[in-house]
C-alpha cells in the first residue's frame, strides 16, 4: 500500500486513477509520496521514506530540488499541461494591456444607477480608448511549452513576433511557426517589441532580469506581460518605469504588496493555470509519472533525476537505486549482486548533472539484505524493491 499526501487542492480526473493499493494521508510525513500544486516546501524536513513529490504544473522554484535529490526523492513536474490555459490568458493581457477595458468597466458600473447611462457611456467612452494588436510587435522570451503557443497564436492574430530563447530544444524548433522571427539577443526584443511576455522558469540566472537597465533598453510605452514567476521582474524598478511612461502597461499573475494598485498595473491573481482543463491534464500527467515510479521505477518528466524506463518488470527481481553520478557505481552495484550468485539479465543506467538513476532487473526476489548491501556502497542515496 502507497501513502499519498496532497498539498494542494488536485483534481478528481487524476486522484481517481489511483488503485486500491493507494490511501490518501495527512500529514507529509506519512507520504511515500506527494503531490503538489505552487504550495513552498522549502521549509519543510524531508522524511527518508518519501520516495517521490510531483508539482501539478510547470514551475518548480517551489520545491527544493538539490535536497530532494540527496534525500534520494524523485521530483516530477507536468510539461506542457497546463501551456493551453497560459496561452490563452496571454491574448486576454494583449487586449487588456492595449485598451482600458477594466477602467470602462468599473467606470460604468459607476454609473449603473443613473438612467441616462446609456448617453454618458457615448460621452465619456473616448477615455477608455486604445490601439488594436494587430501590425504591433511581440517579443516571445523563452520559447518553451508556453512561449511556443503564444508565439504563433499571436502571430496567426497578425502580430509581428520576436522569439528569443538560446536553449530551445529540437522539439520546440519543430513546433514554433516559420513566421517567427529569430531575436539574436534580449537586446533586439527590448529594442524592436511593443509589447513584451516572458515564459522562462525562475532561477538564478532569470531572476530579476527585468531591471531598471533592461527597461532603459526598451521602446518607451512598451506594455510587459509577466505569467512566469514574481520575481524576475524587480518591483521598485518596474513602478518606476510605469511612473515615468518608460512602461505603460505590466500585466502580472503575481500580485504583491509593491505592486498592487499601481497606475498601470494589472494584476491578476494566479489564474494561468487555473482552467478545469489545465488542471485535469496537470493532475491526470502527474499521477500517473507518481504511479510508474511508485510501481515500476520507472522515471518520466524528472527535473532532478534522469529519465528512466524499464517499463513494467519481467522478470523475478527489480531493484531501483537513487545515487551519486561519480565512478564505478555501475560496477559495484553488478558484483554486489554477482557476489549473491543472482543473474541480472536487464538494466538501465542514467544520469543528470550530479545524480544518476540505476534499474536492476535480477533473476531472484529482490531481498532487504540485498538491498542494504547495495545501500552501503558510498555514492548511494536511496534503495528500492520493486520486486
Ligand atoms: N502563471 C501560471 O499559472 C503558470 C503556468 C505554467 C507555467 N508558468 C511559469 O512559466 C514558466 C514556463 O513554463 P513552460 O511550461 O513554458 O516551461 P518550459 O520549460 O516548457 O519552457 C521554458 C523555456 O524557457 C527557456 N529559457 C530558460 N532560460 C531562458 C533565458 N534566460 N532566456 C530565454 N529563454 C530561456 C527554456 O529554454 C525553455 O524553452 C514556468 O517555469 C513557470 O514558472 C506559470
Ligand atoms: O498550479 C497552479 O495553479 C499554477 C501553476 C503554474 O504556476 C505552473 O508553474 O505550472
Avoid at 438612467?115 to 465619456?124: H, Q, R, W, Y
Avoid at 537505486?321 to 552495484?333: C, T, W
Wanted: net charge negative.
Amino acid at each position: 500500500m502507497f501513502n499519498v499526501n496532497c498539498i494542494n487542492k488536485i483534481a478528481n480526473v487524476g486522484l481517481d486513477l489511483f488503485t486500491d493499493n493507494y490511501q490518501m494521508v495527512e500529514q507529509f510525513n506519512d507520504a511515500d509520496a506527494v503531490l503538489v500544486r505552487s504550495s513552498s516546501l522549502h521549509e519543510l524536513e524531508l522524511p527518508k521514506t518519501l520516495e517521490a513529490i510531483a508539482r501539478a504544473g510547470a514551475g518548480v522554484n517551489n520545491i527544493p530540488l538539490e535536497k530532494c535529490a540527496e534525500n534520494g526523492t524523485v521530483v516530477f513536474n507536468t510539461p506542457g499541461a497546463n501551456a493551453n490555459g497560459v496561452k490563452e490568458i496571454v491574448i486576454a493581457s494583449l487586449i487588456i494591456a492595449s485598451r482600458d477595458i477594466f477602467g470602462g468597466v468599473n467606470w460604468v458600473n459607476s454609473c449603473k444607477d443613473d438612467p441616462e447611462v446609456a448617453k454618458l457611456v457615448e460621452k465619456n467612452k473616448a477615455k477608455f480608448a486604445g490601439t488594436e494588436i494587430k501590425g504591433k510587435k511581440l517579443g516571445v522570451i523563452g520559447l518553451g511549452a508556453i512561449g511556443i503557443l503564444v508565439a504563433n497564436a499571436l502571430n496567426k492574430l497578425d502580430m509581428e513576433v520576436y522569439g528569443y530563447d538560446p536553449f530551445i530544444s529540437v522539439d520546440a524548433a519543430w513546433n514554433l511557426s516559420k513566421y517567427i522571427k529569430q531575436a539574436k539577443s534580449l537586446e533586439e526584443i527590448y529594442r524592436e517589441c511593443d509589447f513584451i511576455t516572458v515564459h522562462v522558469p525562475l532561477t538564478d540566472s532569470t531572476k530579476g532580469m527585468f531591471n531598471k537597465e533592461t527597461f532603459a533598453m526598451m521602446k518607451d510605452g512598451v506594455k510587459l506581460l509577466n505569467f512566469s514567476r514574481d520575481t524576475l521582474v524587480i518591483d521598485d524598478d518596474i513602478v518606476e518605469a510605469l511612473e515615468s511612461g518608460k512602461v505603460g502597461r505590466y500585466v502580472t499573475d503575481f500580485p504583491n504588496p509593491k505592486v498592487c494598485g499601481v497606475n498601470g498595473v494589472i494584476t491578476v491573481p494566479h489564474l494561468g493555470a487555473s482552467t478545469s482543463e489545465s488542471e485535469d491534464n496537470c493532475a491526470v500527467m502527474a499521477v500517473r509519472q507518481i504511479m510508474d515510479y511508485l510501481e515500476n521505477g520507472n522515471i518520466k518528466n524528472s527535473v532532478n533525476y534522469p529519465n528512466c524506463d524499464m517499463g513494467v518488470c519481467n522478470h523475478v527481481g527489480r531493484i531501483a537505486i537513487n545515487h551519486r553520478n561519480i565512478p564505478n557505481m555501475l560496477s559495484q552495484f553488478t558484483s554486489t549482486v554477482a557476489r549473491e550468485n543472482i543473474n541480472i539479465p536487464d538494466m538501465i543506467n542514467k544520469s543528470k548533472g550530479k545524480y544518476a538513476y540505476t534499474i536492476l532487473d535480477i533473476e531472484s526476489p529482490a531481498t532487504p539484505e540485498l538491498a542494504n548491501k547495495i545501500k552501503q556502497i558510498d555514492g548511494v542515496l536511496k534503495v528500492r524493491i520493486i520486486k
